[in-house]
């Protein structure tokens, strides 16, 4: 059964939300905003296989999340992933060598995050874009996907083509180093 839409209002009812949620993953306004172009141009080709199992808006989202993977396959296409040298070891910025121990001044502190006004809220999300463009573009994608779109390791590594010992070793790298980026421009 093709379930009947009417795609004259998806802008205005979907717009805002599509490119709050393709920002927060890309940080870049233009291609968000293009993102949201094709999402809505695939919607309308693909119009005829929308079954009405979810909403709408969870079927654009869907499409826009299958764009922004398709995204993070073209900025980390020719990333080796021997770049991780490349970056240095953040693990000797914290630890102790010989012990693994945190170092005692390298202790991690309270954000302060939890009782939040909105204008700090935006502040902080500001930075962390920051601290997110200063990672390898590779990083970044395998974060964002595993941690703000929850998606599983195999399929993170199938789709940005990365080993499973090497997506966990970024993975922790990246928390390092979006740790001490924002402890730097945070606090």
């Known amino acids: 059964m093709i379930y009947q839409v009417d795609p ?16 927060a993953r890309i940080s870049d306004v233009e ?13 309308l ?10 909403s709408i808006r969870t079927w654009l989202t869907a499409i826009l999340k299958n764009k922004i993977i398709d995204e993070y396959r073209k ?9 991780l040298t490349d970056v240095g070891n953040s693990e000797d910025i914290f630890f102790d060598e010989s012990s693994g121990s945190w170092l005692p001044d ?4 309270e954000f ?34 595993k ?6 390791a195999d399929f993170i590594c199938k789709e940005l083509k990365v080993t499973n010992s090497n997506f966990w ?9 979006l740790r001490a980026c924002l402890q730097n421009s945070w606090l």
């Open 8 to 23: 004259s209002n998806w802008v205005k009812e979907h717009a805002d939300y599509l490119y709050a949620f393709a920002f």
């Open 31 to 43: 291609r968000a905003k293009d993102l949201v172009q094709d999402t809505f141009l695939a919607g």
């Open 45 to 54: 080709e693909k119009l005829n296989r929308f079954e009405g199992k979810s």
């Open 75 to 83: 900025k980390s296409s020719g990333l080796k992933t021997t770049q």
């Open 106 to 109: 390298k202790c991690p502190i």
């Open 112 to 145: 302060g995050l939890e009782n939040q006004d909105e204008f700090n809220k935006k502040e902080f999300e500001q930075v962390l874009q920051k601290c997110f463009q200063k990672l390898p573009k590779l990083w970044e994608a395998i974060f964002i996907m």
């Open 147 to 152: 941690y703000m779109d929850d998606e599983p």
């Open 169 to 177: 070793v970024i993975t922790h790298r990246t928390k390092l180093k």
